[in-house]
């Protein structure tokens, strides 16, 4: 039959894993070479493993340039990246079968004959089809679209070929599908890495196959075999019962054939854990290093005189639980000798501004400057409005601070701000820049806006002004990300809507009730109520964007809402045409504003009660919670509609129906983060934290919240933490880890 004995396979498996020193010898020989802990501190040693680790990958031999390009645009840089590229799933390819017992619709493994070898030709692609054959029976395997004769001539016939793949229907008989495969007899020498075994299997990318990224990751492995310094301090590695570093990124990339499986596959293998402790630890511990640093800096204790703060309170409706409780949060906070850094993180509608007013209230009341930071000049001007008209009371000159304020009006300004004449200014982060100087800063408001960003207090900081600073992010976070993002930095929460909001009805329509919606819709407006109508720009270029808006504002004036006046809004719209688009929606000239979902809250209009999202499956469920806030202040019962488009799948339908339950917008971030990596959650991969992938804060909570005990709890009650040649050793992997993070920290 040309099929080799079981004997003889095992025979031939031993001598190709000698002839590479395979995984799993790799894993146990540097467990035996070094003892517990040992080297851990040993400057040499932590001095070479860090220049190896940050070794560039197009130095590794058989990436070249190339590959290293692919991998760079992945943001895999250097071989400590490729070590913590983490499979997200495994195959089992350990169990040989006859062929006669391959099962159709399940993957099977199994060793045979090349019996025949062609290239045929089908809808203009050349698909390769071999025939194989053993002592049970005959299966064809398809290679599809195959381009050249590489393929066919690896096989020669009457050759014994391990083979794993699918097992498919094709034309009525069993096929196996795209397989991969390892020569029998010692033509492959890195088969073991793919067959017979638990096998890894990588994120796809484009370009690189998982071949190649399992033979690159077994090279990184073995370059740093027995050299790889476990940081880990030994009572910590204890208490969690984590396994050495180096056997864990060996056991996860290559498992031993008497791992786990099912634990594998949910990531819930003891190498797993070790990894994803070792991940969060790091980053808990960064967090750690700058509250320290942060801690140690003198600041000025504002005298809290309440004069001011209760005038404003005089003009405000009652405030909400939440907002008792972050001002009083906030009150303690700059009362203290040490600069605050309290994020305020508040869902829609929940009186965000009003609670910064009142903490302004309170800087004023001690004579001191504040400025207040938004990231776009559109919010710059909104929040000057918002300023002018909640601090009116207290009589305070709102000054503004833009790329538009230019010439003697700049300077002038400036001037004043560095004499102290001016109290409160809003603007960019340009006022951070070393040209703008205050006579006393005392309370600084950031404005995160719609993202979450790594907040960077050290800006001030070096440059010696040690104001208080409040963060506001405007938009639900899970609770899990905002303790990896800010496990250093106290926050305050709102999340109970303020009085005068109403309750939003929200429904989801398919495609065959359009007719009826728009009915709907016509009747509405027909009474003099006002519509936003949203299609977001998803993936397509900004061209694509805006004229896809002027086409929908086309259609609804000509063919769906004939009589109605109908305006559109779009980013390449002109500042003076996009203010004239919102005077007249504003003043009820326009009852139909057509946008792409860049919303802000120069669109609110009380007589806009109704909203309709279209194509909203592209997008997440905060975006969405936040466009249909702006229906909170209607005068009239407020009403948003989304609209799927035909394509969308049952899961995403699903994913949407919480909007139609629930306008908790936490409960809906949590949502979110099941969706989505925490790296591309609201811009996190931008503030980078790309190191934390793939460990899934919100999913390995448990762990996020033991590695942060052990990291605070380490650094400031540990015996181990004096130890100067530790603290650097770990402060140096912080640093490489975490470089967005920390590129500001002092040495610790």
Not at 140 to 149: C, E, G, H, K, Q
Not at 178 to 204: A, C, F, K, N
Not at 211 to 233: E, H, N, S, Y
Not at 269 to 279: D, G
Request: with cysteine; net charge neutral; glycine share 6%.
């Amino acid at each position: 039959s040309g099929i080799a004995s079981d004997d003889e396979r095992r025979r031939g498996r031993r001598r190709r894993r000698r002839r590479r020193g395979g995984p799993r010898e790799a894993a146990s020989d540097q467990t035996s070479s070094r003892p517990e802990g040992a080297g851990q501190t040993d400057p040499t040693v932590v001095a070479a493993q860090l220049a190896r680790l940050s070794m560039p990958m197009a130095e590794l031999k058989g990436v070249g340039p190339k590959l290293g390009a692919i991998l760079e645009q992945q943001g895999i840089r250097t071989l400590q990246d490729i070590l913590y590229y983490l499979p997200l799933q495994y195959q089992d390819r350990r169990s040989i079968m006859p062929i006669q017992a391959l099962t159709l619709g399940e993957p099977g493994m199994f060793i045979g004959t090349v019996e025949a070898s062609d290239i045929v030709q089908q809808d203009h692609q050349r698909n390769l089809v071999l025939r194989f054959t053993d002592a049970s029976g005959t299966i064809d395997a398809v290679w599809i679209n195959v381009r050249s004769n590489y393929l066919k001539n690896r096989f020669r016939l009457g050759g014994a070929v391990l083979v794993w793949g699918m097992i498919e229907e094709h034309e009525g008989q069993r096929v196996c599908m795209s397989p991969e495969t390892e020569l029998m007899g010692g033509q492959d020498d890195e088969g073991s890495l793919h067959v017979e075994r638990i096998v890894p299997i990588y994120p796809s990318i484009e370009g690189i196959g998982q071949k190649t990224l399992r033979r690159i990751i077994q090279q990184a492995l073995t370059l740093v075999k027995g050299q790889l310094v476990d940081p880990m301090p030994t009572a910590i590695r204890s208490r969690q019962h984590l396994m050495e570093l180096e056997r864990a990124l060996w056991e996860v990339h290559y498992p031993s054939n008497e791992a786990s499986f099912d634990q594998l596959a949910a990531w819930g293998s003891p190498a797993h854990r070790t990894l994803m402790f070792h991940t969060f630890f790091l980053l808990e511990l960064a967090l750690a290093f700058r509250r320290r640093a942060l801690a140690n800096e003198s600041g000025t204790a504002l005298r809290v005189s309440h004069k001011r703060m209760a005038q404003l309170l005089r003009s405000m409706s009652p405030l909400t639980d939440d907002q008792c409780v972050a001002m009083e949060e906030i009150k303690r906070d700059i009362s203290a000798p040490h600069p605050m850094i309290r994020i305020l993180q508040a869902d829609v509608n929940t009186g965000a501004m009003q609670v910064a007013s009142l903490a302004i209230a309170m800087a004023l009341d001690s004579d001191a400057q504040v400025a207040v930071i938004a990231p776009t000049e559109s919010l710059v001007e909104q929040h000057a409005a918002t300023l002018r008209q909640l601090l009116k009371p207290l009589n305070v000159e709102v000054e503004v601070v833009t790329a538009a304020v230019r010439g003697r009006v700049r300077e002038k300004l400036l001037h004043r701000l560095r004499k102290g004449e001016v109290q409160l200014v809003v603007g960019t982060h340009a006022l951070f820049h070393e040209t703008v100087g205050f006579k006393r800063l005392g309370l600084a408001i950031l404005d995160e806006q719609y993202r979450v960003g790594l907040i960077q207090p050290q800006n001030l900081l070096r440059r010696g002004v040690n104001p208080d600073t409040l963060v506001l992010v405007s938009s639900p976070v899970p609770k899990s990300l905002l303790m990896t993002l800010y496990g250093d930095i106290t926050w305050s929460t709102l999340k109970t809507p303020t009085p005068d909001r109403r309750p939003i009805e929200t429904h989801i329509v398919v495609a065959e009730n359009r007719e009826e919606l728009e009915q709907r819709v016509r009747c509405e407006l027909t009474r003099g109520q006002q519509l936003y109508y949203i299609s977001p720009s998803a993936h397509e270029s900004d061209r694509g964007s805006v004229q896809r808006v002027v086409d929908i504002a086309t259609r609804l004036r000509e063919e769906v809402f004939p009589g109605i006046s109908v305006g559109h809004l779009h980013s390449r719209m002109s500042p003076e045409e996009q203010e004239e688009v919102l005077g007249k929606f504003k003043s009820r000239v326009l009852q139909v504003l057509v946008t792409n979902g860049d919303l802000d809250g120069r669109l609110k209009s009380p007589r806009a009660n109704l909203m309709i999202i279209e194509r909203v499956e592209t997008l997440t469920l905060v975006p969405i919670h936040t466009m249909r806030s702006l229906l909170g202040e209607s005068y009239h019962p407020p009403l948003c509609l989304l609209v799927p488009s035909p394509q969308a799948t049952h899961e995403e339908l699903e994913r949407l129906q919480m909007l139609e339950q629930t306008e908790d917008g936490f409960a809906l971030a949590d949502q979110d983060l099941r969706f989505r990596m925490p790296q591309d959650y609201l811009g996190v991969r931008q503030a980078g934290l790309a190191g934390l992938w793939p460990v899934d804060p919100l999913l390995h909570q448990n762990e996020l919240e033991g590695a942060r005990r052990e990291a605070f709890r380490w650094l400031d009650d540990s015996p181990e933490a004096s130890d100067e040649q530790q603290r650097k050793h770990l402060a140096n992997l912080v640093r490489q880890r975490w470089q967005g993070l920390v590129e500001h920290l002092p040495q610790p």
